[in-house]
C-alpha cells in the first residue's frame, strides 16, 4: 500500500515542481524582470541600483533556465515513471491495474 | 515464458531508483534537443534576413529618437564610455556593409551614417578623446603629448574610411587622412610600433582596426600602406605573441611588456582586421583562437575571454563570465564577427543558437534587441551578420 502510494505521489511531484517553476517563471516574466537581463552586458537602467538589476536579472536567469532545461526534463520523467509502474503492474498480475484504478 | 516469471518474481524497483533513472533518461533525451527550438531558422549560419533587419531597424531608430538614443547610451556611457563610442563604430561598419549589399537600401544608410559620423566628430572636438574614454586615462599623462587615443582616432578614421567606401564624401578626406597621420606618427616614432590608446597602455585591438582604416586609405586615395602593415605585422608576430598559447596578446605597455595575454573580447575583432593584411597568420590566429577560447556543447557556442590556465579577473571588456562554462558575454559577442570573417559556419550557428537562447531576443514595434546585451552589443551582432562586402572592396586594392 505504502509502495504503490509513493509510486502515484512521485509523477505527480515532479509534475507539481514543474508547474511551480513555470509558475515562478511567468511571475518573474510578468514583472518585467527579463529586461534586468542586461547586468550580463553590465548595463543597468537609470531607475534602479545595479545591485537590484543584477538579483532581478539572476532570479530571472536561473527560472528561465529552469524552465527551458528542468521543467521538460520533469514533465518527461514524470510520464516515464507512469509507464514503468503501468509496466511492473502488469507483469505482476491481471489484476493489479484493475486493483489500482 | 521463463522470462515473465523472473521479472515478477525479481525485488520490484524502488521508486526513487526509478526517479532517479527516469529523470536522467529524461535528461539525456532533452538537453540535445534544446538547440532546435533556439537554432536561427535560416539555411545560412547566422540570423535570418528577418532579424537582420529588425536589428538595423533598432539601430537606425535610436539615432532618430533622441530620447532612446539617451535611454541607449547613458546606462552604457556610466559603465564604459568606450561601449558608446565602439556602438557607433560597429552600426557604422553593419550600415555601411548593408549599403553595399543593397545600392538601393543606401539612400536610408548614408544619412544615418552621417549622423553618427558628425556626432561623433563633434563630441570629440568639443570634449576631446576623453569624452569616449574610460575615467583612469586623465589618471596620469601619455607618454606622447599632446595626448591622443589610437582608439579613438583609430576607430573614427574606420567609420569615414566605410562611409567613403559606400559613397565618396569630399569634405571628409581632409578629416579622415588626418586620424590616419595621427595613428600613424605615434606608431611610426614608437621602437615597438606601438602607440597608446591610453596612457601607456597599447591595445591589439585599436592596431587591428588602425591597419584596416590605412588600407582603407591606400583604395580610396592610392596612398600606400600595404609594406608599413606588413611590417607592423612581422614585429607583432615576433614581439606580440603569448608564449604559453602562440595567440596575439592584447595589452602592452609602448616598451613592448605584455600587460594582459590573449582575450575573447580583443582577439576577434583583430583577426577580422588583421585579415586584411596576412590573411594566413590571421587564419592561422583563428584556428588557435578557436582551440583556446571557442567552445561548442550540444549545439550551443561560446567565447572564453581566457585561454584556460590564464586566470584573469572578470573586467569590463568581459561582461559577468558564466561560472563553470566560463563562458564571456563580451567574447562571445566578437566572437561572431571573427566566425563570420573566416567562414567558421559550424561555430556561427552554433553562436547564433546561444544567442537566442541565452541573450533574450525582444522584437518591439518590427525592431530587435538582445535584452541581455546592451546597444553595442547589439551593432557588433548586427556587424557579424552583414560583414563581407567592405572588407572585399578594400582588397580589390590590397595585394
Known sequence: ?101 | MSLQKAKSKGPPTGPWTKTIVCVALATVCWLPLVRFIFRPATDGPGLGTREVEALAKRQIRIWSDPVLKDREQEPMRRSNPEWDFMGRTFTVLALAEMSLQSPSAAATYLPVIDTIIDDTLMRDRAEGPWVFLMGYSKARPFNVTPARSLFVDGEIALMIGARRLVREKAEWIGEFQDRLRHCLEPIQNSRTLLAESYPDECWLFDHAAVMGALLMSDRLDGTSHVRFCKRWLALARTNLIDPATGLLGSEFAQDGRMLDGPEGSSIWFALHCLRLVDDEFARGQYDLARQELGRSLLGFGWSREWPPGHRNHADIDSGVVIPVLDASPGGSGLALIGAASFGDSRYLRSLCTSLNFAAFPSYKNGALKFTASNQVGDAAILYAMTLGPLWDRIRERTP
Open chain 1, 1 to 101: 500500500m505504502k509502495h504503490r502510494r509513493t509510486s502515484f505521489f512521485v509523477p505527480v511531484a515532479l509534475l507539481g515542481l514543474a508547474i511551480a517553476v513555470l509558475a515562478a517563471f511567468t511571475a518573474a516574466q510578468n514583472a518585467g524582470w527579463r529586461s534586468h537581463t542586461s547586468f550580463l552586458s553590465l548595463t543597468f537602467p537609470d531607475d534602479l541600483t545595479p545591485s537590484v538589476v543584477a538579483r532581478r536579472g539572476t532570479i530571472y536567469l536561473i527560472l528561465y533556465f529552469a524552465t527551458v532545461l528542468v521543467v521538460p526534463v520533469l514533465s518527461i520523467a514524470a510520464c516515464m515513471l507512469v509507464l514503468w509502474d503501468l509496466a511492473d503492474r502488469r507483469n505482476q498480475g491481471p489484476n493489479t491495474i484493475e486493483r489500482i484504478l
